[in-house]
């Protein structure tokens, strides 16, 4: 069963556009949620995250927002930009002091059309 | 500041080899992560190292293991390789407060024929 779920496997949006990216969660536990990018061939790069006790995190282009009660969260890049086409992943994480154990999704493949 | 390597980048085995592949985090970082990665299944948490023990464990069978040494990096052992064990995977590394963002390397790939 997932616990986190990116339920669009692809993504295409025009070059300058607004990309919106989606995840949900089940458990009721996570409090620390992150986006992942992925290029071809490396590893994930750390885009952004956002505790459980805000809504809203902005950083530049990306805007994370986290609707608890929906259990939802979501990453807006604006404008999209060619090179944000990449693998994007969710991630959450039922933090404690005893250990990191972060739940990713299965991503979704954005493609930025110029 | 250097990033996480991870050695070999690429490995081919057959089934019922065994494999190792290793990890060296970010100077500093003393929590040390292990994923694999396959089509469809995103990122799939194997196990957490931190001063050298394992703290969090995933749900992979027993053939998965890993150990972390007193410099903090990390070797992941995959015994009796099985077909589907082919996969990237990924090591990750981050500073010891849960909630930190993992810093990623370019991952292992592993074929097993």
């Known amino acids: 069963d997932q616990q986190v779920k990116q339920n669009s496997p692809s993504l295409s949006v025009q070059e300058g556009r607004i990309s919106i990216l989606n995840c949900d969660y089940t458990?009721?536990?996570?409090?620390?949620f992150l986006w992942y990018k992925k290029y071809p061939a490396e590893g994930p790069t750390f885009l952004i995250s956002?505790?459980?006790?805000?809504d809203k995190n902005e950083d530049g282009r990306f805007t994370v927002f986290l609707n608890k009660s929906a259990k939802h969260l979501s990453l807006h890049i604006v404008p999209s930009q060619p090179g944000d086409s990449a693998v994007y992943f969710c991630a959450a994480s039922a933090g404690d002091n005893y250990g990191q154990n972060f739940v990713f999704g299965p991503g979704t493949r954005l493609s930025v059309l110029p | 500041k250097a990033g996480v390597t991870q050695t070999p980048r690429y490995l081919i085995k057959t089934r019922g080899q065994q494999v190792t592949l290793s990890c060296s985090p970010i100077?500093?970082?003393?929590?040390v992560s292990w994923y694999q990665q396959t089509p469809g299944q995103g990122l799939q948490f194997l196990f957490e190292?931190?001063?050298?023990?394992?703290?969090n464990k995933g749900n992979f069978p027993g053939r998965f293991s890993g150990r972390q040494f007193s410099n903090s990096r990390s070797e992941m052992n995959v015994s009796t390789l099985e077909l589907g064990d082919s996969a990237l995977y990924l090591c990750a590394s981050s500073v010891w407060t849960s909630g930190n963002e993992q810093f990623f390397g370019p991952g292992t790939r592993l074929t097993v024929l």
């Open positions: 190292y931190f001063s050298e023990t394992q703290r």
């Open positions: 458990n009721s536990m996570f409090d620390y």
């Open positions: 100077s500093g970082h003393r929590s």
């Open positions: 956002i505790s459980s006790i805000k």
